[in-house]
């Protein structure tokens, strides 16, 4: 089994007013437990209003310009080859396709973020940087492309039965998402929190998110209510759904156990643009 682990930096957060500025892949093979081939590249762009962030500048990005058609043609073709599409919050990742020039792909995804269980993790969702730090993966950098894709391949590496824990998170990418909502009392809050429920302050709920198949109701001490996410919902937009949200409320276990959308990108001064640059190439017309 090969897969295509795969990383985007962009200038913000959505494609609509946005564009990626690099792009890294790894192919990696499952059989072998190794990488076969890794690449990268910057994506021409006349700004950067995340530079701060992932240290980019629209200089260097024009500057690969006519290195990234090469580039984006050999990832194409390592998409054909692969048989899933990795990504740590893939639900980002995946948005950017085919769209501002990139390569398309109908390949199945796997989130490292929602669909693997890591043998060290702390706790169900974390950072790559805290994943790679629990498994004893050393961190010299991050918020680059490459990089971000180099941890991922050594989470890989540092898993003894890697194809056990890649067909898990197959099985854990076909089970739905889906949203509980703890129906608890004031009093109650920090019982929802030790739970891992996190305030909504706009709806005024205790929620988390959670795969349909590890939702276990005996193990809340409080009464719950599965819900269906909206297909409104940006933090569930890989989801597809043709109805409204669907509820159903579950009681309480009688014995206690023992144990968004992320915000827009602060506002940056405009990077001042060379009075002679000429454009981008047009690598939006590159033929995948």
């Known amino acids: 089994m090969l897969l295509l682990i795969l990383d985007f930096?962009?200038?913000?957060?959505?494609?609509?007013?946005?564009?990626?500025?690099e792009l890294g892949t790894i192919l990696y093979s499952v059989e072998h437990h190794t990488p076969?081939?890794?690449?990268?590249?910057?994506?021409?762009?006349?700004?950067?209003?995340?530079q701060a962030i992932n240290r980019i500048s629209?200089?260097?990005?024009?500057?690969?310009?006519?290195?990234?058609?090469?580039?984006?043609?050999?990832?194409?073709?390592?998409?054909?080859?692969?048989d899933y599409l990795v990504a740590h919050n893939a639900s980002f990742d995946r948005r950017w396709l085919g769209l501002h020039g990139m390569p398309p792909c109908d390949k199945p995804w796997l989130c490292t973020l929602e669909d693997f269980c890591w043998p060290q993790a702390t706790k169900k969702r974390n950072s790559l940087i805290n994943l790679a730090l629990e498994h004893g993966i050393g961190v010299s950098s991050a918020h680059r492309?490459?990089?971000?894709?180099?941890?991922?391949?050594?989470?890989?590496?540092?898993?003894?039965?890697?194809?056990?824990?890649?067909?898990?998170?197959?099985?854990?990418?076909?089970?739905?998402?889906?949203?509980?909502?703890?129906?608890?009392?004031?009093?109650?809050?920090?019982?929802?929190?030790?739970h891992g429920f996190r305030w909504d302050k706009n709806q005024?709920?205790?929620?988390?998110?959670?795969?349909?198949?590890?939702?276990?109701?005996?193990?809340?001490?409080?009464?719950?209510?599965?819900?269906?996410?909206?297909?409104?919902?940006?933090?569930?937009?890989?989801?597809?759904?043709?109805s409204p949200p669907q509820s159903r409320l579950v009681p309480a276990s009688p014995a206690i156990p023992n144990p968004p959308a992320p915000p827009p990108p602060r506002p940056t001064p405009p990077v001042d643009r060379p009075l002679a640059l000429p454009p981008p190439p047009a690598i939006d017309d590159l033929p995948f």
């Open 204 to 242: 005024k709920i205790w929620q988390q998110t959670l795969k349909a198949c590890e939702i276990q109701p005996d193990y809340y001490p409080f009464p719950i209510t599965i819900q269906d996410p909206s297909p409104t919902d940006p933090n569930h937009a890989s989801l597809s759904h043709s």
């Open 36 to 50: 076969l081939a890794q690449v990268s590249t910057l994506l021409p762009t006349w700004d950067n209003p995340a």
């Open 145 to 194: 492309a490459l990089t971000d894709c180099q941890l991922i391949a050594a989470l890989f590496d540092r898993v003894p039965n890697l194809p056990a824990l890649v067909q898990q998170a197959i099985d854990r990418s076909r089970s739905p998402n889906q949203r509980i909502i703890a129906e608890v009392s004031y009093d109650q809050r920090q019982l929802a929190k030790d």
């Open 9 to 21: 930096e962009t200038t913000g957060l959505s494609p609509d007013t946005a564009r990626p500025i």
């Open 58 to 82: 629209p200089q260097a990005a024009q500057a690969a310009a006519p290195l990234a058609p090469a580039v984006l043609t050999l990832i194409s073709q390592w998409m054909d080859q692969a």
